[in-house]
């Protein structure tokens, strides 16, 4: 699908486990879908020289760079996907875009409101110079979470009135379980509500097209020491017998209203055991409700409110179809897509857009949005969970 189209070297920033899904989608886009341009995997870069070449034979990238600065400096890039930590977030991002480089970044855009703003006001800039950018948030792209998005659009839950989210993980339970990165916040940011719970938070706005406006929060870190970390690949990691502080919450909840009138709850905790990647989001409306579980993620529950009441009830979709989102580049009606497929999904769209000289959504602007949100509820639960309003 790519012979004859222009191409878009690439160059990655990190390995671990989001290089590992963002490596798997440029990859395989170009491969199931028919795109206005092609991909090029040119350049991974880590720290680690050895680590590195490791990652790039493994993952199907052509060359290994150790200093992230020197990709801005070649040619043969022209798009850099951010795949770091969050500290590092800002600094690559907004370099990359005065550089000229077409950038894809992890979420949460970064660790601060302040970093976030800086980026964005980068990515206008280098928009109105055709260079452009997008925050991966890639449960945007579960078919099902689509399908959810156009019923909403359609009119066919009427007026939204309640939002529900949750995203439930257990990877930390055991209080022996290393300080990695992801517990600490000069590197994370926050712990559980920007891991999961920027997740949510852009899940029940996209699908509702709302944006939360206020918030009530509380966070709890429940276990506040923790082994330091000798060696960790992606959730796992090995520690030493030396303890540190844990820097961030475990678990973050929330009350919430939008912009538009509904009221919501969202919970983000990395403590609820037997919950692997827990994800759900309700949202009932006037008119009918959705209800989704990534656990099932090939599936939508729809509700229509304006049936008889009779036969009325939640139907199950298997969102298969070659109609649904994203869906006809793959298999047979009936058959599955995984986890990977979402990251695939991503890249499609940001290749898309970009080949048509057209924003990617969502925008950079998009993700310092929910950057503000997460830091009212950090500014609520600091207050023995005092309204605060969402900065716009």
Not at 297 to 326: K, Q, W
Request: charged share 25%.
């Amino acid at each position: 699908m790519t012979q004859g189209k222009p191409a878009l070297g690439v160059a990655m920033v990190g390995y671990a486990f989001m290089g590992a899904a963002h490596s798997q989608a440029w990859r395989t886009v170009g491969r199931v879908y028919d795109l206005p341009v092609a991909a090029e995997m040119r350049v991974v870069c880590g720290r680690d020289e050895g680590r590195a070449r490791e990652a790039a034979d493994r993952l199907g990238w052509a060359e290994v760079e150790i200093d992230w600065r020197r990709l801005l400096e070649r040619d043969d890039v022209d798009v850099v996907d951010v795949c770091t930590p969050g500290d590092s977030h800002a600094e690559i991002a907004i370099a990359a875009l005065e550089a000229g480089k077409h950038v894809l970044c992890e979420k949460p855009l970064a660790n601060t409101v302040e970093e976030a703003e800086a980026m964005t006001a980068a990515a206008q800039r280098a928009e109105a110079a055709g260079v452009f950018s997008m925050v991966g948030f890639n449960y945007r792209r579960v078919p099902a979470v689509a399908l959810a998005r156009q019923l909403v659009e359609q009119g066919r839950l009427g007026t939204i009135r309640h939002i529900r989210a949750q995203y439930l993980q257990d990877w930390i339970v055991d209080p022996e379980f290393p300080l990695v990165w992801r517990l600490q916040k000069d590197k994370a940011g926050s712990g559980a509500l920007g891991d999961i719970g920027a997740h949510i938070v852009d899940l029940a706005q996209f699908v509702t097209g709302d944006t939360v406006a206020g918030v009530s929060a509380l966070m709890e870190t429940f276990v506040k020491q923790r082994p330091l970390a000798e060696a960790s690949s992606g959730l796992s990691a090995a520690g030493s017998s030396e303890l540190g502080d844990v820097t961030v919450d475990d678990a973050s909840l929330f009350l919430a209203r939008t912009t538009g009138g509904a009221v919501a709850t969202f919970e983000a905790t990395r403590f609820a055991a037997g919950r692997k990647n827990g994800l759900r989001l309700e949202v009932e409306g006037s008119k009918g409700s959705i209800a989704f579980e990534f656990e099932s993620m090939n599936e939508l529950l729809f509700h229509d409110h304006t049936e008889p009441a009779a036969t009325a009830g939640f139907r199950r979709i298997s969102v298969t179809e070659p109609e649904h989102p994203y869906m006809s580049a793959w298999w047979p009606a009936g058959h599955i897509i995984g986890y990977e497929h979402t990251f695939t999904h991503e890249v499609r769209d940001f290749l898309e857009a970009v080949g048509s000289s057209r924003p990617p959504s969502p925008s950079f602007a998009d993700g310092l949005q929910v950057q503000r949100v997460l830091a009212a509820v950090e500014q609520s639960a600091a207050k023995d969970s005092c309204w605060t309003a969402v900065e716009s």
